[in-house]
């Protein structure tokens, strides 16, 4: 199976600044098939990027994805205080999906 | 509108069985895959198993191989999970969720909590 490393497992930050989260692969994704997913604390985690660097519908242009093969990013400009939550990274280009252990981003 | 609605989660004692079921709504289960992942209290979120919605053909993680069963009705557009052999492991939410090809898990239910404990 892929596994998925998120670096750092925390990142404090203020509101404005700007956020890269890292997920590496163990081996290529392919076709880039690498989602990004926002969990906020008692919710239901949410779609935000699929394909690596496309914005899933309803997400705010301030979240942008890139990357392929096995090094990908989020990047979260402009932190709004609603951002400060758990990111995590997932690879749906093998039959067995797997996540990534999340980012925390902390104020 | 785009659904998802588990139930059937609960109080089950170690070495129990229970089943949980997916209702699904605003599309045809026939046209996608279809996935059960679950989160631990306070950990991470670990995909479990995938079912083919069309041939209904399933995938398991080696976590769960042997002792979940994920299984399709497209005539009542419900899919289910049979979890056997529980420990307190196993406690967490368990999300049912569409599974897309091309955009990941696109569309996520409330989730159900599973509990073991005696």
């Known amino acids: 199976e892929i596994v998925l490393t998120q670096s750092p497992d925390t990142l404090s930050l203020s509101p404005g600044e700007s956020a890269t989260l890292s997920c590496r692969a163990s081996q290529r994704v392919s076709d880039n098939y690498l989602a990004w997913y926002q969990q906020k604390p008692g919710q239901t985690p949410r779609l935000l990027i699929y394909g690596a660097s496309t914005r899933a519908t309803g997400v705010p242009g301030r979240f942008s994805g890139s990357g392929s093969g096995t090094d990908f990013t989020l990047t979260i400009s402009g932190l709004e205080p609603e951002d400060f939550v758990i990111y995590y990274c997932q690879q749906y280009s093998t039959s067995a999906r797997t996540f990534g252990p999340g980012t925390r981003l902390d104020i | 509108q785009l659904q998802l609605e588990e139930s059937g989660g609960g109080l089950v004692k170690p070495g129990g069985s229970l089943t949980i079921s997916c209702a699904v709504s605003?599309?045809?289960?026939?046209?996608?895959?279809m996935s059960w992942i679950r989160q631990a209290p306070g950990k991470g979120l670990e995909w479990l198993a995938s079912?083919?919605?069309?041939?209904?053909?399933?995938e398991y993680a080696d976590s769960v191989k042997g002792r979940f069963i994920m299984s399709r009705d497209n005539a009542k557009s419900s899919v289910s999970l049979q979890l056997e052999s529980l420990s307190a492991d196993d406690t967490a939410i368990y999300y049912c969720t569409r599974d897309n090809l091309v955009s990941g898990f696109d569309v996520w239910g409330q989730g159900t909590t599973v509990t073991v404990s005696s």
């Open positions: 079912i083919n919605g069309y041939n209904g053909n399933t």
């Open positions: 605003g599309f045809s289960l026939r046209d996608y895959y």
